[in-house]
């Protein structure tokens, strides 16, 4: 199974033919200087993933020297200790400079050389990695010269796995972490997975679900801190950091303390004694993720005490050892009333916040949902990003397709991040982007990043849908470098997993191109989210969460639909936007089609920027959706690519997108006809609905 | 705990004060005459039960005698072996005739006696149950004499239970039978069970779901019969013969062939070896319940084969040892297209059994769920009774509240249950109502009673809720005697589990009887069914089950709603009926109100019998149901009847009742809301709907 190209994903390393580029490379690195920390343990992945990936694209075998030689080609590696002209280095460890790294192809005396230096080996691992797609990808050495250094300082990945081997909101099969209440023995698919998340230059992973349950709460005791070190290990081998999501109420649910009070000396005392003993098993641990008075997780308000008092008494915990604490912000009244509609989940992580701001220690960082609900298929920016200019900020994403097909259907997901990430926040006057607030460019943060809750299981694709590794693949690449483009990341990922054969994988970027919006038309319309099946999240219910008490509501009758969000009639949050985005979405005529729903409550019969009305937009998208998903199928089964693709990878993919297609009919038929039946409108094109 | 007042349900044994009618049965019962097959096991219980029961109530040790004393008062206990005039005896093992039972009360030659005759040990066990009825509600001895037979041969209970410990669709706890795949150790708790069901008549238990997983198929293999056994002799003791649901692929599952069909002779080779098997480990086993082809259970299907070849073949494995199968009429497409109007679910069952009539072996019977549907608050009569002829036939009620509360709300259901049974099918001039046809009596039946899903689990109270222990008890005497009215088995149950106090079981009765109407008020209206959650089937979701694959809609669109099963323009569901119920139901006109939609659909104008309008009626009892459940809680809560009612069991009610009050606002609210939403026709009264 381990050498299925299922399994190997974007790092497929087929042995490539004679001839140019290759024997160029061959002839290039068939030697390679190795300088600098050579004993950093990341150094000796990179070159041992250097030399494994030439030995089986190329078929040689490279020869390691410690000194430059006195003639021929070679490929020079160095780390900082050797500084890199124009690049950052001795930096701390989560600055962005630490990361960076330059390809170069050098023409000296008659002799070729490439030369690769690192601000410290993970710079070299990357740059490692970048050379080996290169190689695969069929470049010629003058593509690969780049420098570069990463965006974001925290590229980290949220595992939601549990001790007893189940993922919550997992679609690919069991945890590869945990099974029956311990962590498993053997690590070998862990090292897998540090590979292909290190590829793409994560540099930090929280091993556990963010609901932090009994058996879990233990992962920090003396008991169970060697087994985390362990995996901690092998994440530190590909220069990744290693968190741990815990329990606000450990010293309590341990049987330690009677109370979990933050501002309680024994508790803090408690939370001191915890962190020295984890730094004692794991010096380069990275810190903890929280999620607390969350959903009925327990967190400081018991207490009577705010998320900052929470926060802060873990900080000062964490602060000798260099530690972070990571602190979610996902915090709504999850107990709503759905007859009260002046109550808006959509407002809550913003009013429980932003009064907060300039209250956390500086080795905090708070941890926002991209939207203000929870990973629509399309929802706005949540307006925290911004607002809180005296707060470390990591922005969360969601790899793992929770509400967006839980990756049964195809959706690529990096053109959604990526317009959050472009999003203006017009908290000044340039550089307001949410990708400079994370970036931390904007309020000249000290931490701060990208999360995302990992899309992988045990299954042999990693990820259920073969096609779903490339959301994996574009967090790790548009993190790194959020000026990329989606198609390029689209590009990259299809020529590295499906080889470079344009019948191949053009078609396979149109799909990924095009797979967001198809979900998007034969689901929810125009910004109003859900319409799910409750818990599972996956299938039609108009209904489902409308007189729940989640927040999620959509408010249609017969006459028309949407959530009033706006200052004068609604629930005012449009006013937690800054200017003129505030106005933009306040106003009725201003307000993007695509999130209209999400910002106003009109009539079915209003029409939108497109000139359809609201109710034959809600038609014609579920038709098209429908079709296009339909399309998708047929894309895949034409014989130029069929052909190129090996069988099982592509009947995966099939059967994948047969199921899609007949599901998408699914979501299509139900949703036009709950609102036909409930708007009495016909569709003008006189199209079957039931 | 086993001595709890909630544990002991209806056979509560406080001790009772001087004084009559005490002192007359002190005086009476102090010397107990048993005569008749005195090494019966059932006898024995019988004598033991009575004795117990004369201690903790009257504070008397029995003197047992075989020979009736020269003089002085006594109580005689005779079985057939000693006829009983006017009754029948010596009759074969399913006769009603067995189980009866005569208590007389004698004065001669100036002493008083008491004597009870029963036609088997059975009917004895079942006259001494009923003489410490009378003694435990204080009635004078003269009040108990009676002579009875039950109406019924079968009085059974079908457990859902499954091997790990779970009950599908129980609401009461977990197993009682069973735990982590094994039969438990202890069988006290299931004695104690036995104790209940023979105090109200029962004498057929199946003690697994009818959806037979992996683990129960075991239950039939030499490995499993001998734990199968212990059970069996823990019923025995109680006149309880025992069955099993068996899984019709065991064969295959099992791994012995590789086929089950039932027509292949080494299956049938397989089946009979079974048999064998079983009867030598369970003389008296009474036979199987088969849940086959139906909702993905296998079944003779598979092979090209009908229910009457699969139920036949099992039946010739049996009838060597009088064993009986049970083969459920529950077969659907549970596959359907939402959008396919033609198919009607309520067809089902009669399309497919009503062609095989005379096909089954007469050691078969066909158990027929009460209505079309699944258990819903309201269904018509399954027109299924009465249109089989030469076929035996049981009817399958459901104790556990699956669509009626899950015991967190109060629904008494022994009214529905007996509409059912007094509802005249027509099949022939006279005594055709379907109680008739489960006696056997209308068409000369072999076999025929009543069977029905248990509503208890390891709760102490059994039942979860403990009022929900009146449908337990009413089942069993409903059972015994169809003609005992809903009231008196309700002042009955009272009486016997919170003591002859009117203060207590007045208001108990009368909440009781209110409360079928009350749930069925603010949940589904006018027979309509459905709309609830689907899978858990508890709390309001009008359209959960409006696009599933259930068949189970309500098509309710902005202008009306119900389904259309008429002859001319619907699914021709009515034609099923024998007249002149075929043409009620078909006729708009002459429908009743109850059941409007689940025959018609019409528009939210429409006005019912009642003279109100059906938008106008959904309001109506919506707000009625939820204030009368709101009314129960109070009623429970008056001092009169809290200060006599024990703290632990009031409190026990009261919170459910509380919980019920509660959840029927949210259930008003979202019904009334979700129409109001939809039809835009404001509540006359103009209470408030959201």
Same mark, same amino acid.
């Given at each position: 199974m381990n050498d299925s190209t299922l399994y190997k994903a974007w790092l497929q390393d087929e042995r490539k033919p004679e001839g140019d580029p290759f024997d160029t490379y061959r002839r290039l690195l068939g030697r390679i200087v190795v300088k600098g920390e050579q004993h950093a343990r990341v150094l000796s992945t990179a070159v041992a993933e250097l030399i494994n990936g030439l030995q089986a694209m190329l078929g040689i075998q490279p020869e390691v020297l410690n000194e430059l030689p006195q003639e021929g080609s070679c490929l020079v590696l160095r780390t900082a200790a050797e500084p890199v002209s124009g690049l950052a280095h001795e930096v701390p460890r989560w600055d962005t400079g630490r990361d960076a790294f330059a390809l170069r192809w050098v023409s000296a005396d008659g002799t070729e050389r490439m030369e690769l230096d690192g601000t410290s080996a993970s710079g070299v691992l990357y740059g490692v990695f970048r050379l080996l797609f290169g190689i695969s990808r069929g470049w010629e050495p003058v593509r690969l010269v780049t420098e570069e250094q990463p965006a974001n300082q925290l590229r980290m990945i949220n595992q939601w796995d549990d001790a007893d081997g189940s993922i919550e909101r997992g679609y690919a099969g069991a945890s590869i972490f945990y099974r029956e209440g311990e962590i498993v023995r053997d690590l070998q698919r862990v090292r897998d997975y540090a590979r292909l998340l290190a590829s793409v230059g994560i540099n930090a992973i929280s091993i556990n679900n963010v609901?932090?349950?009994?058996?879990?709460?233990?992962?920090?005791?003396?008991?169970?801190?060697?087994?985390?070190?362990?995996?901690?290990?092998?994440?530190?081998?590909?220069?990744i950091a290693l968190f741990l999501s815990i329990n606000f109420a450990a010293p309590l649910s341990l049987g330690d303390l009677d109370t979990s009070d933050p501002l309680d000396e024994g508790v803090r005392q408690?939370?001191?004694?915890?962190?020295?003993?984890?730094?004692? *098993?794991?010096? =380069?641990? /990275?810190?903890? +993720?929280?999620?607390?008075?969350?959903?009925?997780?327990? @967190?400081?308000?018991?207490?009577?005490r705010d998320h900052a008092d929470g926060a802060n008494m873990l900080?000062?915990?964490?602060?000798?050892?260099?530690?972070?604490?990571?602190?979610?912000?996902?915090?709504?009244?999850?107990?709503?009333?759905?007859?009260?509609?002046?109550?808006?989940?959509?407002?809550?992580?913003?009013?429980?916040?932003?009064?907060?701001?300039?209250?956390?220690?500086?080795?905090?960082?708070?941890?926002?949902?991209?939207?203000?609900?929870?990973?629509?298929?399309?929802?706005?920016?949540?307006?925290?990003?911004?607002?809180?200019?005296?707060?470390?900020?990591?922005?969360?994403?969601?790899?793992?397709?929770?509400?967006?097909?839980?990756?049964?259907?195809?959706?690529?997901?990096?053109?959604?991040?990526?317009?959050?990430?472009?999003?203006?926040? *017009?908290?000044? =006057?340039? /550089?307001?982007? +949410?990708?400079?607030?994370?970036?931390?460019?904007?309020? @000249?943060?000290?931490?701060?990043g990208v999360a995302a809750v990992s899309n992988i299981g045990d299954d042999e694709s990693w990820t259920g849908h073969p096609?779903?590794?490339?959301?994996?693949?574009?967090?790790?690449?548009?993190?790194?470098?959020?000026?990329?483009?989606?198609?390029?990341?689209?590009?990259?990922?299809?020529d590295l997993t499906f080889g470079d054969h344009p019948e191949v994988t053009h078609p396979i970027r149109e799909m990924l191109m095009a797979s967001w919006s198809i979900y998007e038309n034969y689901t929810a319309p125009l910004g109003v989210g859900w319409m799910v099946v409750p818990h599972y999240h996956y299938g039609p219910d108009v209904d489902g969460y409308e007189y729940s008490r989640w927040g999620t509501y959509h408010f249609a009758d017969r006459d028309g639909m949407g959530v009033d969000r706006t200052i004068a009639k609604g629930t005012g949050y449009t006013s937690q936007y800054f200017s003129p985005n505030k106005e933009m979405y306040d106003s009725l005529e201003k307000c993007p089609d695509e999130l209209l729903l999400f910002f106003h409550h009109v009539p079915y019969s209003y029409r939108l920027h497109s000139g359809k009305t609201v109710i034959q937009h809600i038609y014609d998208t579920h038709f098209a959706g429908a079709e296009a998903a339909e399309e998708l199928m047929h894309t895949w089964a034409a014989p130029a690519l069929r052909d190129r693709v090996d069988p099982r990878r592509h009947a995966a993919v099939a059967n994948r997108l047969a199921e899609q297609a007949e599901h998408a009919k699914h979501w299509r038929d139900v949703v036009n006809t709950y609102f036909y039946r409930k708007s009495g409108v016909p569709d003008e094109r006189g199209r079957t609905i039931y």
């Open positions: 609901n932090v349950h009994e058996r879990e709460t233990r992962w920090v005791t003396e008991e169970y801190l060697p087994e985390v070190a362990r995996v901690a290990e092998v994440f530190r081998d590909y220069g408690w939370w001191a004694e915890a962190a020295t003993r984890i730094y004692r *098993h794991i010096p =380069d641990f /990275g810190g903890f +993720v929280v999620k607390a008075d969350s959903e009925h997780r327990p @967190g400081p308000f018991a207490y009577g900080a000062e915990a964490m602060a000798p050892f260099g530690g972070l604490v990571i602190w979610r912000c996902f915090v709504y009244n999850c107990m709503q009333d759905w007859r009260d509609r002046s109550t808006d989940r959509a407002r809550a992580a913003y009013d429980h916040f932003k009064p907060l701001d300039g209250r956390f220690h500086d080795n905090v960082l708070l941890q926002i949902k991209n939207g203000p609900m929870d990973f629509q298929v399309r929802e706005p920016v949540s307006p925290l990003f911004g607002a809180m200019q005296q707060t470390n900020q990591m922005i969360e994403f969601q790899i793992t397709q929770e509400y967006t097909g839980q990756q049964r259907h195809l959706c690529y997901l990096v053109p959604q991040w990526k317009q959050v990430l472009d999003f203006n926040t *017009h908290a000044a =006057d340039a /550089g307001a982007e +949410v990708k400079h607030v994370v970036d931390g460019s904007l309020f @000249g943060m000290k931490y701060s096609l779903a590794q490339a959301n994996l693949y574009g967090y790790g690449r548009l993190t790194w470098d959020p000026e990329l483009s989606a198609e390029r990341i689209a590009e990259e990922w299809a």
